[in-house]
Antibody
Framework: EVQLVESGGGLVQPGGSLRLSCAAS????????MTWVRQAPGKGLEWVAN????????YYADSVKGRFTISRDNAKNSVYLQMNSLRAEDTAVYYC????????????WGQGTLVTVSS | QSVLTQPPSVSAAPGQKVTISCSGS????????VSWYRQLPGTAPKILIY???KRHSGIPDRFSGSKSGTSATLGITGLQTGDEADYYC???????????FGGGTKLTVL
């Protein structure tokens, strides 16, 4: 069974940093692109970043480019999201998702981790 | 403002049919596959349709997807109260080099 478990969320001050983790199990992790998606309170889903199975290619939403870095450790079956220079508008539940189908077809999602940026 | 445009809400009676549209451009829907997701309050989204019109494992044939040009459509027949949820389309935008979601559509089954 595919499982994705996010961790690392919490309360951080504006301008601060946080690192999210997503631990994967139940599949050959290195074979899949992985994506981070976020959802601000009461708002819709927003695509954040993705990374290829071997880590060689990464894409970012304009809203996080230059501030967030996606990475992965295939030996640990984990994908990460390093978030720097955090702003109030980054407050959201962050989900990791497995890309099983072409063009961001996510067949599995984690339960999400809440990031709150506030002073 | 989302790159993909969905109606904010749709509604229909139990047993009826509803369609949800997702409008984009040549850099996203026009040249890439579309997926559809359903999200119940407080839970993670779940995939319904991938590659425009393929149902994910376990999704009943009441759900269908189609694409024409730069627009995609999700259809749901035989509506049930349990179908009340938020629905999202998503694809990859080749100009932005990023994934893009629609703004979401809230389905109410009256």
């Amino acid at each position: 069974e595919v499982q994705l478990v996010e961790s690392g969320g919490g309360l951080v001050q504006p301008g601060g940093s946080l690192r999210l983790s997503c631990a994967a199990s139940g599949f050959i992790f290195s074979n899949y692109w992985m994506t981070w998606v976020r959802q601000a309170p009461g708002k819709g889903l927003e695509w954040v970043a993705n990374i290829k199975g071997d880590g060689s290619t990464r894409y970012y939403a304009d809203s996080v480019k230059g501030r967030f870095t996606i990475s992965r450790d295939n030996a640990k079956n984990s994908v990460y999201l390093q978030m720097n220079s955090l702003r109030a508008e980054d407050t959201a539940v962050y989900y990791c998702a497995r890309v099983a189908y072409v063009d961001e077809g996510f067949d599995s999602w984690g339960q999400g981790t809440l990031v709150t940026v506030s002073s | 403002q989302s790159v993909l445009t969905q109606p904010p809400s749709v509604s229909a009676a139990p047993g009826q049919k509803v369609t949800i549209s997702c409008s984009g451009s040549s850099s996203n829907i026009g040249n890439n596959y579309v997926s559809w997701y359903r999200q119940l309050p407080g839970t993670a989204p779940k995939i319904l349709i991938y590659e425009n019109n393929k149902r994910h494992s376990g999704i009943p044939d009441r759900f269908s997807g189609s694409k024409s040009g730069t627009s995609a459509t999700l259809g749901i027949t035989g509506l049930q109260t349990g179908d009340e949820a938020d629905y999202y389309c998503v694809t990859f935008d080749s100009s932005l080099n990023a994934g893009v979601f629609g703004g979401g559509t809230k389905l109410t089954v009256l």
